[in-house]
């Protein structure tokens, strides 16, 4: 017993870390008083007025635009970086773009949306384009963090399967292009379904980037957020919270059950 | 083999096939950089946009005006200098004190049975998947002075009055380790869950103790997912901004809130571009060590 004892007490010890805030802020966006100190007993009524206030839906509505856009233009690019890297062998500007495709990982939000509004500036004097900021500047700064993402989980699962199949069709008289899509394409899919929700997610939860890049009435929800937590206690923020995890918990529960389901069947 | 593929696609169609990300990639990652250095050198003006060009032509002659006094600016005002160092620091403290806490739970994650292995990984991965922005907000919430922390000591009699919890260094801390803690945990596990436990046995096997076994065996042999994990939390968390400004005081100052506040609040981008450039600078080398150091070790295999 005494073995097993060190590691387990730190995982349990971390798994509380983990969810102890979440726990708390989901039973408080169910408390009726406003204060956090006080229990004012059950209510739904924070629910409610986060559903009548129109910045935040406004801002959600934006939101949800520049994540659908972001998450199908990061799958295409990520998913041709990803497939170009494992596929391709040499080529010479192969180590450019693999140093490229994994910088934004790790690069600072706030290097990555200052870089990019300079940019922007800098283009709109010289080019005119983009004529000023807002929804179009928001998604292509998405774009640019998601596709590393999106590239990472493509390579994982090109670099997990095997590539005799791509070469049997071609064998057989198969043009490249028709390869890609009769067969690379059916094998990856998981991964670009995977990756779909992950830039989608990033999308949505972006402050750092979209404040710098974005323009006057294109406030994305997370920037809305942050104004609101910043004056102080919110309990309409606790609602909206919950119902993101709720979401998300449906979510991750819902792809657990069918992994499972395809494993045992 | 693997090249076949391509040799078939001919070079048009390879060419176009990696213009497309390589386009996108140089046009809005790498450029913007080069547009950075270049205001960075360049005089802040109350106009729009607010800095002045770099080059001026005035019919005859072709002037640069080159301008490294926004760098002189942040090397004489000790405000930035303590803000860079004060990140460093509090990144590297993050990080390691998130590996002594994911390092065990990565460990007690790959030695679960199936059912239970697979569970316990998507609850770390679940809170990755919810906005950061309200947990960090639910940090607040968690420690206030009259949050949750502070009722419970006092109800259970520990404490009398709340203890400052929030607004200070160490909230940003708990919540830079608490926000980054999946990506120190997700490289430990892929690298422990391989690990060859014969070679445990064989070491136990050979009268070595537990601790001689986790040091010489074990800890060498997971070194590759402790270095991605450790630069993992330590790169981002230089130049995080959302934590030290919800969890941290008013003198919690790190590079990426001095950026923020000089760009939104004085306007200032010529200054805000020498501070991402300084950044760049302490971001940039832990990328490359980490690289050699990955290479280093898949060529020592």
Do not use: C
Not at chain 2, 30 to 40: E, G, T, Y
Not at chain 2, 257 to 269: G, H, K, P, S, T
Request: no cysteine; hydrophobic share 60%.
């Amino acid at each position: 017993m005494r073995r097993i004892g060190f590691t387990t007490v730190i995982a349990v010890i971390g798994f509380v870390f983990l969810y102890a805030p979440i726990l708390s802020l989901v039973i408080y966006s169910f408390n009726a008083s406003r204060l956090v100190t006080v229990w004012g007993g059950f209510s739904t009524r924070w629910y409610g007025e986060l559903l009548r206030d129109p910045q935040i839906l406004r801002a959600a509505w934006i939101s949800l635009q520049i994540a659908v856009a972001t998450a199908t233009i990061a799958v295409v690019l990520g998913t041709l970086a990803a497939f170009v890297l494992m596929r391709f062998g040499r080529f010479r500007s192969r180590a450019l773009l693999s140093g490229m495709v994994t910088a934004p990982l790790v690069m600072p939000e706030v290097i990555t949306g200052l870089s990019l509004l300079l940019l922007f500036v800098s283009m709109e004097q010289i080019i005119g384009w983009p004529a000023g900021r807002g929804l179009t500047t928001v998604i292509i700064a998405h774009v640019t963090f998601a596709m590393a993402y999106v590239a990472v989980v493509v390579q994982s699962r090109l670099a997990g399967t095997d590539t005799s199949l791509e070469e049997a069709a071609m064998d057989l008289g198969a043009r490249p292009v028709r390869v890609f899509f009769d067969i690379t394409l059916p094998v990856i899919a998981p991964a670009l379904v995977a990756g779909w929700l992950l830039a989608f997610t990033l999308s949505l939860d972006d402050l750092v980037i979209a404040s710098f890049v974005t323009g006057p009435g294109a406030s994305t929800l997370p920037m809305v957020i942050f104004s609101k937590v910043r004056l102080g206690v919110s309990p309409e923020v606790n609602a909206l919270a919950t119902i993101v995890i709720a979401i998300v918990a449906l979510g991750i529960g819902i792809a657990g059950w069918q992994m499972r389901r395809r494993k045992d069947g | 083999m693997k090249g076949g593929l391509a040799r078939r696609l001919g070079l048009g169609g390879r060419g176009a096939v990696i213009a497309v990300p390589l386009f996108w990639l140089l046009v809005f990652f790498l450029v913007p950089f080069l547009v950075v250095a270049k205001i960075s050198l360049s005089e802040a003006l109350i106009a729009q946009p607010p800095f002045a060009p770099l080059a001026e032509w005035d019919g005859l002659r072709l002037m640069l005006l080159l301008n490294f006094e926004n760098f002189a600016y942040l090397w004489q005002d000790p405000l930035y200098l303590r803000a860079y160092g004060f990140s460093i620091l509090i990144a590297f403290i993050a990080a390691f004190a998130s590996l002594l806490i994911g390092y065990p739970m990565a460990y007690a994650i790959a030695r679960s049975p199936e059912p239970r292995r697979t569970i316990l990984l998507m609850l770390v991965i679940l809170p990755f998947w919810t906005s950061f922005l309200l947990r960090v907000y639910a940090w607040q919430g968690f420690l206030r002075s009259t949050g949750t922390v502070n009722g419970f000591l006092i109800w259970t009699g520990i404490i009398d009055a709340p203890i400052q919890m929030l607004q200070t260094n160490f909230a940003v801390l708990l919540g830079i380790v608490y926000m980054y803690l999946p990506f120190m945990i997700l490289p430990l596990y892929a690298n422990i869950v391989k690990l060859d436990e014969s070679l445990l046995e064989a070491s136990a096997d050979l009268g070595a103790r537990a601790s001689v076994t986790f040091l010489r065996v074990t800890l060498p042999l997971t070194l590759p997912g402790i270095v991605a994990g450790f630069m993992l939390v330590f790169i981002p968390a230089i130049g995080e901004f959302v934590i030290p400004e919800l969890l941290g005081g008013p003198d919690t100052l790190m590079i990426g809130r001095v950026l923020w506040n000089e760009f939104f609040a004085n306007r200032d981008w010529p200054v805000a571009a020498a501070v991402a450039i300084a950044m760049l600078v302490a971001v940039v080398v832990p990328i490359m060590f980490m690289r050699t150091l990955g290479e280093r070790l898949e060529a020592g295999r």
